[in-house]
């Protein structure tokens, strides 16, 4: 079996790059697998505060393998072949929005259809100057798939996200900024460097508070004002009974940079 995926664990970030390039990092089923095997692997790994999310070559990720997609049809499976492949990017999708650690998506090139989703599921987006987003769904008579639909309905007003959607049109790193899509724009020699300095930020924050956070942003999609604020109230209950509180608490008296532990 071909490695697809590349992992690095060290000082408490995990760095997982796709190393695909000749296929332009696609998410085929192999990657999807991959990849959903090393997130499962990190999720309960107590060494990890922070995962960066990575390509090589020329692209982040191009999204659905075409070859793939044209073998299915030429054996009559199309349906079939999306059932399968969609299984696994569902759940990471899924575990990109449930994962308790901040997550980093570093997007050194292209980043289409389910690879730009990919990139919009994480929690922060640092691109090179040379990255390059598009939906590409439409072309190929799809819907936005990898949580796409509720992404970008839920991130871009109505009119923006019709328009990505529909037309599938290319969107440089400074258009995606415009709509508040990406925090960073670098150069792609410093994109390693500066992804890892925001990495080395959100290890060393206090991580339990990160974890909670997100899930509140997750179930505020969903959830009545009124339910969400008492769940958010104990939540903060919780996080002052945290070790981490009290150990920003007493940096903030002393004057001092916080140590988070995560507890």
């Known amino acids: 079996m071909e490695k697809k995926i590349e992992v690095v664990i060290k000082d408490n970030i995990a760095t997982i790059k796709l190393i695909d390039p000749d296929n332009f990092n696609a998410l085929s089923r192999e990657t999807a697998k991959q990849l959903l095997e090393v997130f499962e692997d990190l999720k309960d790994d107590s060494k990890v505060r922070c995962i960066i999310l990575t390509g090589t070559g020329k692209s982040f990720s191009a ?9 299915s049809i030429e054996n009559g499976t199309p349906g079939q072949l999306m059932d399968d492949l969609t299984k696994d990017l569902y759940k990471i ?30 929690d922060f987006i640092i691109a090179s100057e040379k990255a390059r987003f598009r939906q590409s769904f439409a072309k190929l008579g799809l819907i936005p798939g990898f949580a796409g639909s509720i992404i970008l309905s839920r991130q871009l007003t109505w009119q923006q996200a ?25 150069s792609a020699e410093n994109l390693d460097e500066v992804t890892l300095q925001w990495a080395q930020r959100l290890a060393n924050g206090p991580t339990l508070a990160y974890a909670r956070t997100k899930k509140l942003f997750f179930e505020a999609l969903s959830t009545p004002l009124e339910e969400h604020l008492e769940n958010e109230r104990q939540m903060q209950i919780k996080s002052a009974e945290s070790e981490d509180y009290k150990i920003g608490v007493f940096a903030l008296i002393e004057k001092k940079e916080p140590d988070f532990i995560g507890k």
């Open 63 to 71: 999204g659905g393998n075409i070859k793939e997609f044209k073998s």
């Open 93 to 122: 999708a899924k575990f990109l929005r449930l994962y308790p650690k901040p997550v980093i998506g570093a997007v050194n090139g292209w980043a289409v259809g389910a690879g730009m989703n990919l990139a919009l599921s994480c």
């Open 162 to 186: 019709t328009q990505m959607s529909f037309f599938g049109d290319t969107y440089s790193a400074e258009d995606m900024a415009k709509l508040g899509l990406i925090n960073e724009i670098v």
